[in-house]
């Protein structure tokens, strides 16, 4: 019997999923999930963060609300508090009403819109993502229709920092008009950001060259607790006026993974030429998904518009910020404690939920296979999924495949 479907090629699993499903199915009692980016508290639980409950619990009792279809756009009120939360109240592409917000299906969402405007509407070829960089940049903007992906150096591998001279190399020679994808902070999958001087440099000469700035803000407040220090390169490119879209995800600062509320910003120089932006965008969501879900929305667009919400919520970014910074310094020391070859400074000074290890492939194989400790091929590590129960346990099962396989440590 054929199939009108034989012909559709075999595809590879999604590795961080397909790794998520294999701890779940793991019935080691010492089993950890260094895998997937989501936050856990200290006894290793999903965190439901209790300004998302209360405010959700306001939104059910609240019988002026109903389930009505929002716009394309989505939730005005909702995507105006993001783009202030993400520029600051005081920005001037805001005064001037050169920024338009739409709400879109997370942070990936925001991506994909973003990158289908670019490809669909203002004929943008080639796009650059950092070498290594979280691997679903490449498949959106390639499905958005993007001709050519390209790739910048990002990591040291021996330094186990921030290549820069190789990223300004390889931006030197990216084409006219190419997009650069860059993390606002706490870079996916390395943990290492820029630092201010060096994202002047990189302003200079995304300037200079021509290029276009396309941030991916995934963990503003959850990567050092301060909203306003990790927009610092967003806000910094827009006050130099630099045209960009970033695309803002609430799915690790609100603990609202599945809910996929995000939003995409955009900062023109002209607000003329947002009007048929605006209209080019509507089209594009309404023959995607025609219009976003609101639950998700509705509890942030509360908590950013709300003073006393807004101030409990950010008592919650830093609860978890500090907790993954504790988290960091405790895998560290128990580490040097062992003696365990190799320097490993970069766990503290790399910032956010991740921190790319230098593990190589035969001691992530050896750590999954051996010790139940779950985490991606490229030796990434989610350092929420440490907590001061496993941290010895981890560190014992590091030192032991480093040990083991000596080769890259
Ligand atoms: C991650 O990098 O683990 C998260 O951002 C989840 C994802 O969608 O990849």
């Known amino acids: 019997m054929s199939s009108r479907f034989s012909c559709v090629e075999a595809a590879p699993p999604v590795e961080i999923f397909a790794l998520n499903k294999a701890y ?20 290793g639980k999903p965190w439901v963060l209790p300004v998302v409950r209360k ?16 716009g394309q756009l989505g939730l005005d009120e909702f995507s105006k508090a993001a783009s202030r939360m993400l520029l600051g109240e005081d920005s001037p592409a805001i005064k001037e009403n050169r920024t338009l917000g739409v709400q879109t299906l997370s942070g990936t969402g925001a991506l994909r819109v973003g990158a289908d405007f670019l490809a669909r509407c203002a004929n943008f070829t080639d796009f650059y993502m950092s070498a290594p960089t979280w691997p679903n940049h490449r498949l959106v903007f390639m499905h958005a229709g993007f001709k050519n992906c390209h790739t910048y150096r990002y990591w040291n591998p021996t330094k186990r920092n921030l290549d820069f001279e190789g990223m300004l190399q390889d931006l030197e020679n990216a084409p006219e008009d190419s997009v650069i994808i860059l993390h606002a902070c706490a870079h996916n999958p390395t943990g290492v950001d820029a630092t ?31 909203l306003i220090k990790d927009s610092w390169a967003v806000r910094y490119f827009v006050d130099r006026g630099f045209e960009l879209l970033c695309a803002q995800s609430f799915a690790k600062n609100f603990g609202l993974y599945n809910e996929r509320a995000g939003n995409l910003t955009i900062v023109a120089k002209d607000p003329e030429a947002l009007v048929n932006s605006r209209a080019q965008i509507t089209l594009l969501v309404r023959g995607n998904y025609s219009n976003p879900p609101c639950h998700g929305v509705r509890i942030v667009s509360r908590v950013l518009n709300d003073p006393t919400l807004f101030a409990e919520w950010q ?50 194989k050896y750590l999954v296979e051996e010790h139940h400790i779950y985490l991606p091929k490229d030796g990434r590590i989610s350092i929420c999924g440490l907590n001061t129960k496993n941290v010895g346990y981890v560190a014992k099962a590091f030192h032991a495949a480093v040990t083991k396989f000596p080769s890259s440590l």
């Open 315 to 364: 008592g919650h970014i830093s609860e978890m910020s500090g907790r993954i910074i504790k988290m960091r310094a405790a895998l560290k020391q128990k580490l040097e404690e062992l003696a365990t070859p190799g320097n490993w400074d970069h766990i503290t000074s790399q910032i956010g939920m991740f921190s790319y290890t230098g593990l190589n492939q035969q001691q992530v």
């Open 196 to 226: 201010q001087d060096q994202w002047k440099q990189i302003a200079d000469l995304i300037e200079r060259k021509k290029l276009f700035p396309f941030f991916d803000c995934a963990y503003q407040g959850f990567a050092s607790g301060d």
């Open 55 to 70: 405010t959700e619990k306001a939104l059910s009792e609240d019988e002026t609300l109903n389930h009505e279809y929002l």
């Open 24 to 43: 779940k199915e793991d019935s080691f009692p010492d089993k950890v999930d260094l895998g997937i980016g989501a936050y856990r508290t200290d006894e």
